[in-house]
């Protein structure tokens, strides 16, 4: 799968975190959006024609009383069983949160705060194992 061709829906509501990690993606050459909330997050799902390939959300959404990033993934895999997450939260100590996370299909599970170096490298690692093995034509 080509880099240019890949699709993140980011899913942050703390606007500068957004936008900064918006900026390194797009940096390292991936095609970003982004939701500020969850019910944003909601609707570019549902309602758009695009196929976000990697999603990445906070656990701990403002704006609509229990939903969270979770909640968000779960609809996301009944639009698309083959959507892949990284959930991002500051309750990662929580063991039996991040737990729930990954049997939920979650693929990471990255603690606040984190290196930039970090998420990048997630997203590389993700990516480059969700994409479909070319084999040499004979």
């Known amino acids: 799968m080509n880099i240019m061709n890949i699709l993140i829906l980011i899913v942050e509501d703390d606007k500068y975190m957004n936008e900064t990690l918006c900026e390194v993606l797009e940096s390292e050459g991936y095609n970003v959006e982004s939701a500020l909330s969850a019910l944003d997050a909601i609707n570019k799902i549902k309602h758009s024609e695009k196929t976000y390939h990697l999603l990445i959300l ?3 959404l403002q704006y609509l009383q229990g939903v969270t990033g979770l909640d968000i993934f779960k609809m996301a895999k009944e639009n698309d069983p083959n959507v892949k ?4 939260s500051a309750y990662g100590k929580d063991k039996e949160l ?6 939920t299909g979650i693929q990471a599970f990255i603690d606040k705060p984190f290196l930039i170096t970090d998420l990048i490298d997630t997203v590389d690692n993700i990516l480059r194992h969700s994409a479909p093995q070319e084999t040499a034509s004979q």
Do not use: L, P, V
């Not at 997450?85 to 991002?88: H, K, P, R, V």
């Not at 991040?98 to 049997?103: Q, S, V």
């Open 58 to 60: 906070d656990y701990n």
């Open 85 to 88: 997450a990284i959930m991002i």
């Open 98 to 103: 991040k737990e729930k996370a990954m049997t």
